[in-house]
């Protein structure tokens, strides 16, 4: 009985393994925002989202630690970074999403689960790799792609049991999660894609490829992966067949 006692014991006493480091190859998620701030150093500001809308408001760090951030909870702040590269601005803003075990805190550790890259001017799909070093399409033919009329969607690499820990789905343990990159076009996509189309806006993230074959069939057209040697080879549509302009008829 003492020996069972002293094994349930020391169980007890074993602390759980700690979530550390990123979940894929970004290197971004699932990183904790100290070690996302150790990575890149302080954040050139913060900003929170008005409800769903892409609309935000931009604080200063001290502001943000000394005020905004007990005000408005601190997972709500995206800690956010400007560059210069290549003649472009680019912008890299992090979501979180707090320790799911921590219910109790009032600051839980947080945890990177978007990386939002937005280009001015708008970049071609080609270019987005020498710009974001984090963007690494896959280029196999058989890669999980989907489009809309002003998104692209590609999956890449295996999917990461650990990468739950920042999914916000409900059923999220029903589904695989993989790293996804979704590209935006403010001004649509063309009909006929190819690399030379521009995009405004990069999204890094973990999304399920099962789940959106399974629920959002109507709005994510499967497509062949665009950064693939075989889609290259595509042949273009034919131009469409000219009108012929009506000529009128009169009567003799």
Do not use: C
């Amino acid at each position: 009985m003492h020996l069972v006692l002293l094994l349930v014991g020391l169980m007890l006493s074993i602390p759980s393994p700690a979530r550390s480091g990123a979940y894929f190859e970004d290197g971004y998620l699932g990183l904790t925002q100290q070690e996302l701030r150790a990575k890149l150093g302080e954040p050139h500001a913060v900003r929170d989202r008005k409800a769903a809308l892409r609309v935000f408001n931009y604080y200063s760090l001290s502001d943000w630690d000394n005020y905004f951030k007990k005000l408005v909870s601190p997972q709500n702040g995206e800690d956010v970074y400007n560059f210069k590269r290549g003649g472009y601005d680019v912008r890299y803003s992090f979501g979180y999403l707090p320790d799911p075990d921590d219910v109790t805190s009032d600051f839980p550790t947080l945890y990177v689960r978007l990386v939002d890259v937005e280009f001015t001017p708008a970049i071609s799909l080609e270019k987005v790799e020498s710009i974001v070093p984090e963007f690494k399409p896959p280029t196999s033919p058989s890669s999980p792609a989907f489009r809309s009329n002003l998104w692209l969607l590609i999956f890449s690499g295996a999917p990461s049991e650990a990468a739950r820990t920042i999914i916000r789905e409900q059923r999220k343990d029903a589904f695989d999660w993989t790293l996804a990159y979704q590209l935006f076009a403010l001004q649509g996509l063309p009909e006929y894609l190819t690399l030379q189309a521009p995009v405004d806006r990069l999204e890094i993230s973990a999304q399920s490829a099962e789940m959106v074959k399974r629920r959002q069939r109507l709005t994510h057209e499967p497509i062949l992966n665009p950064f693939s040697k075989e889609y290259a080879e595509r042949q273009p549509p034919p131009p469409p067949a000219a009108k012929k302009v009506p000529v009128p008829k009169y009567a003799d």
